[in-house]
């Protein structure tokens, strides 16, 4: 099964992307993450990455679509696969088309929906630990002790685009980019728009439920 995650920043699609894919048993990748781990590594493409990544702004789509069509190849054996912020524009969705059609289409788009406001409370207040990645909130989800892992007792941070002005580009960013591809997938009766301001547990389930009732093509 082929799976495809769109919502806008803090809707919960990183926590979700690896419950349903463990759940649906296919791999899924997080081009937010293949971009972090070049910048982490220091490669070529991850400070290229990293320049339009701090500023909030959407990483070109030659190198984005590269990066991410490479990653499917490599699990071509694995039968499907779950994209989570990935497309992100309408071209990069003609692109992931064009690279799977004809032998294989995408056979449900997942939009977990949350509103604008909400969005700002739930990224402004995200930190993960700097040595094993947990990820808390300061309201919903907070460590035991202030800025210090419940897990390893390693530093806490904020993920830099997190910042309250970046936070506000990138959801501006994702309403001019990213929302017309409701309407692309809309189209083509393939899109299931899931509320995600429920409870995790309940997103998860609707997800769950979503793919469970659509048929594999
Ligand atoms: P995310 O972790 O999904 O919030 O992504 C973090 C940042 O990585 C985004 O703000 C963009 O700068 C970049 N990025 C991730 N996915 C894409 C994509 N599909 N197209 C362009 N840029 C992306």
């Known amino acids: 099964m082929n799976v495809i995650l769109i919502g806008p920043p803090g809707s ?17 990748v997080s081009s937010g993450d293949l971009f972090r781990e070049h910048k982490q590594s220091g490669s070529e493409l ?9 500023k909030g702004e959407l990483v070109p789509d030659e190198i984005t679509v590269n990066m991410v069509i490479d990653w499917i190849k490599s699990k071509k054996q694995a039968g499907g696969f779950l994209l989570d912020g990935f497309p992100r524009t309408l071209s990069q969705a003609k692109s992931l088309d064009a690279y799977i059609k004809p032998k294989s289409s995408i056979d449900i788009v997942l939009y977990i929906k949350v509103r604008t406001k909400e969005l700002v409370n739930r990224l402004a207040g995200r930190f ?24 390893c007792e390693s530093k806490l941070m904020q993920r830099d685009d997190d910042k309250p002005n970046i936070v506000m580009k990138r959801i501006y960013v994702y309403e001019s980019e990213t ?11 393939i899109l299931k728009e899931i509320d995600g301001e429920e409870s995790i547990d309940i997103v998860s389930q609707n997800l769950q439920t979503a793919t469970i009732r659509n048929p594999i093509h």
Do not use: R
């Not at 919960?12 to 899924?28: D, W």
């Not at 991850?46 to 701090?54: D, P, R, V």
């Not at 993960?128 to 897990?151: Q, R």
């Open 128 to 151: 993960f630990c700097t040595s094993c990645g947990a990820s808390y909130h300061i309201e919903f989800a907070p460590p035991k002790l202030a800025n210090v892992c419940d897990h």
């Open 46 to 54: 991850g400070n290229k990455a990293a320049e339009y990544m701090s």
């Open 12 to 28: 919960g699609k990183g926590t979700q992307a690896n419950k349903l894919a463990s759940s649906l048993n296919v791999p899924s």
């Open 179 to 189: 929302s017309p591809l409701i309407n692309y997938y809309q189209k083509q009766s």
